[in-house]
C-alpha cells in the first residue's frame, strides 16, 4: 500500500471525494515525513506545522459537507523561499537578507490558498537565487536525498530535494536560468518552466517564470489550473488562458510529432556522455512510436552564453556592491566573488552589448524550434556533482557554465520542462528536456506525459537514512 506522504495530487482528490482519506490525517503523514527526512536533506527553511493541521482540518470539514474549494483542496504544497507568503520572512537564501516578515502572499501563493492547498511550508534556496546548487549562508547545505553527498541543483534546491524526499506532492519553485528544470533533472522530477507571464510571478523579472516540481505530470498539470489565474501585480503576465491542463494531458500521439533533437550547444560545460545518451534514447523512443525526428545542431554560441552571463552578474554587482563591507562578508565569498571580479568591465557599452548577446539568443532559440513540435535536449551537462559544491565547475569566473542547454528558453519565453528518464550506473536520475513552442504549455506537458508512459523503469523513491539501517 502506497504510503499517505507518497499519494499523487491525482489520488488524494480521489480519496477526499470519496472520504476514503481525510486531508488531516495526510497532512500528519506529511510531516511526519518532513521530520524524518529534514536532519539529512535540509529542504525546508520554514515548517507550517500548526498552521497546516489547522488548514487541513478546515479542508476536511469542507469535503465532509461537499463543498471543496478545488480537487487540490487539502493537498500538501511547499513553495520556494521568495515566493513571498503572508506572515513569512523571505531573505532570498542569503545571511543578510530582510527577516521582516512579509505581508501579504505572492500570486502564486494566493491561488494555491484560494485552491485550498494545505501549506506545509518553505523550501531553501542559495544566495539571492544565483547558485545552481543547494549551497546558501542562511540555509546552509541542501542535499540530494538520492544520495546525500550529491548536490540538488538550484536555485529551486529545497523544492527539488521535498519533492524527492516524498514532503507531498505538490512543489513550486522560480526559473531564470534552469532553477525548476536543474533540480528536477538531478532530484528525478517533472519540473516545468511555463512560458513567460502563464504563471503570475511578483516581483516578474525578464526570463524569470515560476513552475511546479512535481513526481508525476498529472500532479503539475492539476497545480497548474490552480497557478495559472491572472494576478494584476504582474506586469508581465499573459491573458488568463482558461484550459484544463489535467482534462488535456493524455492523448497525445508520437505518429507524426516533428521532433528536433539537440545532442551539444557547443557552448559551456562538455557534456558527459550519460546525459547525451538519455536524451537520444527519449527521442529515438518516439521515433519508434512514429514520431519523425531530426537532430539538429546547437543555435546557442559561446559568445550568447557569455552575454547571458554577464549580464547576471552585473545585475547581481549593483545589489552587492551597494551592501556594506560587513554585509558583502556575510554572503557565500563564492557568490560575492562571481559578481565583482571583472566589475571594471561593466561600463554602459559592455552592459548593453551583453544584453544584445541575449537577444540574439532569444532570437536563435525561437528559430531552432519553429521548424519542429517539440525539441529534445539533455537538461544539464552532467549527470552530478558534489553537495558542497557551488557550481559544477566550482569557479566563480565560469560559474554559469553548466547552463547552457537550458537558459535560452528563458529569455525567448518558451515553455521547456524537464522529465525523469533513467538512472546512472550509481542510481542517480538522468533527465531530458522537452521545449515548445511559445505560449503552447499543454503541448510540453502533453508530451511529457507522453514521454513518462514510455520511458523505462523508474526506481523506487529514497527513504531517509534511518530507514535504511
Avoid at 546557442?300 to 556592491?321: K, Q
Wanted: aromatic share 6%.
Amino acid at each position: 500500500m502506497t504510503p499517505l506522504y507518497a499519494l499523487t495530487a491525482a489520488e488524494l482528490a480521489e480519496a477526499y471525494a470519496d472520504r476514503s482519506l481525510s486531508p488531516a490525517e495526510v497532512v500528519e503523514a506529511v510531516l511526519s515525513r518532513v521530520e524524518a527526512w529534514e536532519p539529512h536533506a535540509n529542504a525546508m527553511y520554514r515548517v507550517h506545522g500548526d498552521a497546516a493541521r489547522a488548514a487541513a482540518a478546515a479542508s476536511a470539514a469542507r469535503w465532509r459537507e461537499g463543498r471543496p474549494l478545488s480537487p487540490l483542496d487539502g493537498v500538501p504544497i511547499t513553495l520556494k523561499e521568495n515566493l513571498y507568503t503572508a506572515g513569512d520572512p523571505a531573505p532570498i537564501g542569503v545571511a543578510i537578507g530582510d527577516l521582516t516578515p512579509k505581508t501579504e502572499d505572492s500570486p502564486i501563493a494566493a491561488r494555491a490558498g484560494e485552491a485550498g492547498c494545505v501549506l506545509i511550508g518553505k523550501t531553501t534556496m542559495p544566495d539571492y537565487g544565483m547558485l545552481s546548487s543547494g549551497r546558501s549562508s542562511i540555509h546552509g547545505t541542501t542535499r540530494n536525498p538520492w544520495n546525500l553527498e550529491r548536490n540538488t541543483a538550484g536555485s529551486s534546491s529545497g523544492a527539488g530535494a521535498a519533492a524527492a524526499a516524498g514532503y507531498g506532492p505538490l512543489h513550486v519553485g522560480t526559473d531564470i536560468g534552469g532553477s525548476v528544470r536543474l533540480p528536477a533533472h538531478h532530484c528525478g522530477l517533472f519540473g516545468l518552466k511555463p512560458s513567460l507571464g502563464r504563471v503570475p510571478i511578483h516581483p516578474p523579472f525578464m526570463g524569470r517564470a515560476a513552475g511546479p516540481m512535481t513526481r508525476t505530470v498529472r500532479d503539475a498539470a492539476m497545480l497548474m489550473n490552480a497557478i495559472t489565474r491572472p494576478d494584476g501585480r504582474d506586469h508581465m503576465n499573459l491573458p488568463y488562458d482558461p484550459v484544463d491542463y489535467a482534462a488535456g494531458l493524455e492523448g497525445l500521439s508520437a505518429r507524426g510529432l516533428r521532433i528536433g533533437l539537440i545532442r551539444a550547444m557547443g557552448a559551456g560545460l562538455e557534456p558527459e556522455p550519460a546525459v547525451v545518451d538519455a536524451a537520444v534514447a527519449a527521442a529515438g523512443a518516439l521515433q519508434a512510436a512514429g514520431a519523425e525526428v531530426t537532430e539538429i545542431p546547437s543555435f546557442l554560441t559561446p559568445d550568447m552564453l557569455e552575454g547571458i552571463c554577464r549580464f547576471f552578474e552585473a545585475r547581481s554587482y549593483n545589489d552587492v556592491m551597494a551592501l556594506t563591507e560587513e554585509q558583502r562578508g556575510r554572503i557565500l565569498p563564492f557568490v560575492a566573488e562571481w559578481c565583482t571580479w571583472r566589475a571594471g568591465t561593466f561600463s554602459g557599452a559592455d552592459v548593453m552589448a551583453a544584453y544584445m548577446q541575449v537577444v540574439a539568443m532569444r532570437e536563435a532559440a525561437v528559430q531552432a524550434v519553429a521548424g519542429f513540435d517539440f525539441v529534445i535536449s539533455p537538461v544539464a551537462p552532467i549527470v552530478s556533482y558534489p553537495a558542497e559544491a557551488h557550481s559544477p565547475s566550482e569557479d566563480p569566473h565560469n560559474a554559469l557554465a553548466h547552463i547552457a542547454y537550458t537558459v535560452a528558453y528563458n529569455f525567448s519565453e518558451q515553455p521547456a520542462a524537464s522529465v525523469n528518464w533513467e538512472f546512472s550506473a550509481d542510481g542517480l536520475p538522468i533527465g531530458v528536456q522537452l521545449i515548445g513552442q511559445r505560449f503552447d504549455d499543454l503541448g510540453v506537458m502533453r508530451l511529457a506525459r507522453l514521454v513518462e508512459q514510455i520511458r523505462p523503469a523508474q526506481k523506487a523513491w529514497p527513504e531517509p537514512p534511518s530507514r535504511l539501517r
